[in-house]
Each structure stands twice: as C-alpha cells, then as structure tokens.
C-alpha cells in the first residue's frame, strides 16, 4: 500500500512538473483564457472549492445578494487557476519576461526609506494574486529570506525550492530555527516575507477579527517587530488578466507595532483586508481561514456545530 501511494505521489509530481514547464514560455494572455476554461469547470464540478468560497464569501459581504456571490465565486476560482498556471511562468521562465510582466511598482518607497533607516522589511504577503511573482520580484531586488513548509507532495519539494530560490531568495523552515534566520536578516536590514493569512498550529496564534470573525491568527509578527523594530509593509502581485502584474506595497495598519499579541493580531488581519479591497475576486478564498473556532480552544461541547466548515 505504502509502495503504491509512493508511485502515486510520484506521477502527480512529474505530472504537475512536466505542465508547468510545458507552460512556462506560454504567453500570459494564453494562460489568461486557459484559466477562463477551468475556473468555471472546478466551480461546477468540484464541489469542496465551491462550497468552502461561497461559504467565505457570504461571511465577508454578507450584503452581497446571491447572484452577485455566485459571480464573484466564479471570477475568484478562474483567478485560482491562474495562479496554478503561471507558477511554471513564474519559476521557470525567462528572467526578463517575469521581469517584463510586472508593468508597475506601487510602494516601493516604503522599503527603500526603511533600509536606508538601517531597519529591516517585513512583507505581508497573503494569498492575493499571484504570490510567486512577488517572490520573484522581492528576491530580484532584495536580499529576501522567507519561511519555507514543504508541499504535500514530497516529491514536488525540489522543483518547488529551485523556483523560489532562483532569484537569490534564502528559505528557512517553519520552526525555531527559521525564526532565528528571520531575526538575523531583519538586523542585516534586509526583507523577509510572511503569509499572514495561514492559520497556524495550536498554541502558536491567538483569535483576532478578519471580516468581523474571529480567525486564528500567527502571533510571530509582534516578536519580530519587537526585537528588530522592522517596518512592516502588505505586498501583493495584482494581477491585470492576460497583460501582467502590478506590484502593491502598502502601509501597515498602525497596530502590528503593537506588543500585544492579540492587538497586533489584528492589525495583521486588517492589513491582508486592505489588500483584498485592491480587487477581492483576487483573494483565494477557497482557503478554510475560519478552521479553527474559540469554543474549540474552550472545550465547549457544542464545538462541531459552531464550526463554520
């Protein structure tokens, strides 16, 4: 059994593998129109995605009548799939297309003043756009060390460091040790990048608002800050469907300074809410960022049914 799952993982990695290098010299415009076969074709058929975005969606405008929902629903999922089919763009094309691709820089004065300051950057990078050609943007411009977990499909790990690592960016760990390497590149003046939008292990976050919901939340952010006084910035790669990207840097909300942790919490969650009004069909919303609820956390034995998925 073990010896047949193995081959599986396998075939799924050197078949995802071999699309996504298939992909990389297509042109954005084409991917564009792929993504505008499959979004509608995984919101039909696949029911997890559906349910979990409309789900979201109703928690976060819950002014939003149903047909609007059902649209947004869609053009989110297509985005979804744009993403999944520029990542062989974005890791494995030439340098001077992604280069190219970017059309516009927002904001990048705010790192620029920062490390002039002598301080380090930390990017807020949630899940918006296409985060891979951020990365590659961050790394070409920046020396930029980011967390690193590994993708369920052990075997996609290799290709995956190659591509986040070609530009010079440094992946540490998601433990201890990772955390230590962030410290050391923030006193360097250098940039590091969070996703601020994952919900964390137990014990390593605490309940703050997003969209008017309590979601558990990482607390790493106020430990950084506190012990390297790093600017804070939200980055996003806003997508412009078939033509690029437009690079987004925006201020921080004034409370992830804030040692309090659930305070700073919720400056955090404010900040990827700034980022999804740039355009929310961008937002990965089919994430399960509710997961987790505080009556979990209590015991409270009603817990299953108070549970948003």
Request: charged share 25%; hydrophobic share 40%.
């Amino acid at each position: 059994m073990a010896k047949a799952s193995s081959r599986t993982s396998a075939l799924q990695a050197r078949a995802i593998e071999t699309l996504w290098r298939s992909l990389a010299g297509r042109r954005l415009a084409t991917l564009w129109r792929l993504a505008r076969l499959i979004g509608p074709l995984v919101r039909r058929f696949s029911r997890r995605e559906r349910e979990v975005t409309e789900a979201n969606l109703a928690q976060v405008y819950p002014e939003q009548g149903a047909a609007d929902r059902r649209r947004l629903t869609g053009e989110s999922l297509t985005h979804s799939a744009a993403t999944m089919l520029e990542i062989g763009f974005a890791w494995m094309g030439e340098p001077d297309r992604v280069e190219a691709s970017i059309v516009a820089v927002h904001g990048r004065e705010l790192l620029d003043e920062a490390r002039a300051e002598g301080r380090g950057v930390i990017v807020l990078a949630p899940h918006f756009g296409n985060w891979e050609v951020l990365n590659f943007w961050l790394s070409s411009h920046f020396p930029f060390t980011a967390m690193y977990e590994p993708p369920k499909i052990a075997e996609l790990d290799a290709v995956t460091r190659a591509g986040r690592e070609r530009m010079g960016a440094s992946l540490v760990p998601t433990n201890p040790r990772g955390v230590a390497a962030l410290l050391k590149a923030l006193k360097r003046s250098e940039a590091i990048g969070i996703l601020p939008d994952q919900e964390p292990d137990w014990g390593s976050g605490v309940f703050a608002p997003f969209f008017g919901r309590p979601a558990y939340t990482a607390t790493l952010l106020p430990k950084l800050v506190a012990r390297t006084e790093a600017r804070v910035v939200t980055g996003v790669a806003r997508r412009i469907p078939g033509r690029g990207f437009e690079i987004h840097f925006l201020p921080a909300d004034a409370r992830v300074y804030v040692p309090d942790e659930a305070e700073s919490a919720t400056g955090v969650n404010a900040c990827v809410e700034a980022a999804i009004a740039l355009d929310p069909a961008q937002y990965q919303w089919e994430y399960k960022r509710y997961r987790k609820v505080i009556q979990e956390q209590e015991g409270h034995p009603e817990q299953r049914r108070l549970r948003m998925y």
